[in-house]
């Protein structure tokens, strides 16, 4: 029985900020009207149309971290139109100057890196800019051709995911079902998913297994000047190779549509002929719960990085921290990627406890301190 988890079309994103720099304003960020803000922002962007965005400030006591900003309720869904693409919250501290940009993305009608820079622009306003910064300064993506070898690599993806469930199903009992639990030094009795076998493995017990495990990173004043993206994808290739996971996923830049794609390691991926490539897809919306089934068997063996690109803003506030989560998207999908904001390098991993672990010092290391767990 297929018991691994299908996640909703949903994207949750989070930017932690400090408001140290800012503090004539700080204090009055949260009486500013937020939803306004980020409709001035998607008009004047012209991302998106103003009533596909809503926003609301909350604030909460203490520390804010981003795991606080992540448990605050969420707004309900129920009576948005159809058209509606993301919902911002604004979290604020009551008593720390800290807060943080929690966006949820609607997937079957934007893309996640379009819907942060809505509410990236829209901290622009609520900081007091009369304006948005220049939008256009944001890199458009160089024109893509669906052909032949696009289909092929679809045929190739659907046959080799398809064949390594029905695999699992029958000959899973003399297969390999811990994953690279063995080849990364785990305990005994743990699984670390990296096949179709140990996937089903890990969610054998009514599909409940450990919750996915993230690790945030940042840049600091030793390692900002010195190629972070850089050092970031060095460390990614070397994950996946510890996992001895077969290939890397990427979504190649269609705003507000991605283009799925897999190339052979993590280097490849700043090769755009060789994203291009790898494509096995049209320009469209990420996959719906009914794809997922597959989906998940895809995902299982293979790294996703995903670059957010660099947002220059006209803001006081110091990013000091970014989350990329797929709602409901199991630790199986391995992943990791990375967002520059005002010239700030932030990183995250995602996978499972001991996974993560391979990785954990090379890439806190390389990208300079890690911010939280």
């Known amino acids: 029985m297929n018991t691994v988890p299908i996640p909703v079309r949903k994207l949750c994103l989070l930017v932690q900020f400090n408001l140290s720099s800012c503090p004539e304003k700080g204090n009055s960020f949260p009486s500013e009207d937020h939803d306004a803000a980020v409709k001035q922002a998607a008009k004047a962007s012209g991302l998106l149309p103003p009533e596909a965005v809503t926003a609301r400030t909350i604030t909460v006591p203490g520390d804010l971290t981003m795991a606080a900003a992540q448990d605050v309720e969420f707004a309900t869904c129920e009576g948005e139109p159809a058209n509606h693409a993301c919902h911002y919250d604004y979290i604020y501290s009551s008593d720390k100057p800290q807060a943080v940009l929690r ?19 829209g901290l622009e306003l609520i900081e007091g800019n009369a304006n948005i910064s220049d939008h256009e300064l944001f890199a458009k993506p160089p024109p893509y051709t669906y052909g032949w070898r696009q289909r092929m690599n679809f045929a190739g993806m659907l046959a080799g995911t398809l064949g390594s469930i029905a695999a699992a199903n029958i000959f899973g009992c003399v297969m390999n079902r811990q994953g690279a639990a063995k080849k990364i030094g785990a305990p005994d009795g743990s699984v670390v998913p990296t096949s179709a076998a140990s996937t089903f493995e ?16 940042a840049d600091n004043a030793d390692t900002a000047s010195s190629k972070p993206y850089k050092r970031f994808i060095d460390i990614a290739e070397v994950w996946r190779k510890s996992l001895g996971l077969r290939a890397v996923f990427l979504l190649i830049n269609a705003s507000p549509q991605a283009i799925p794609a897999e190339v052979k390691t993590a280097h490849d991926i700043m090769d755009i002929k060789k994203r291009h490539a790898g494509a096995f897809d049209r320009p469209g919306a990420p996959p719906g719960d009914d794809i997922w089934p597959v989906n998940n068997f895809y995902h299982c063996n293979k790294l996703f990085i995903n670059n957010y690109g660099r947002h220059d803003l006209a ?3 110091k990013a000091t921290a970014f989350k990329w989560d797929w709602v409901g998207l199991g630790p199986h999908a391995w992943g990791c990627g990375c967002v520059q904001v005002n010239g700030r390098f932030l990183g995250w991993m995602r996978g499972t406890k001991e996974g993560l672990e391979v990785a954990d010092a090379e890439m806190t290391a390389s990208v300079g301190h890690k911010v939280e767990t």
Do not use: E, F, M, Q
């Open 103 to 121: 966006c949820l993305v609607s997937l079957a009608n934007v893309d996640g890196v379009t819907a942060l820079r809505i509410g990236l622009h």
């Open 202 to 217: 890990y969610y054998k017990k009514d599909g409940v297994a450990a919750p996915t495990v993230y690790h945030l990173y």
């Open 315 to 317: 803001i006081k506030a």
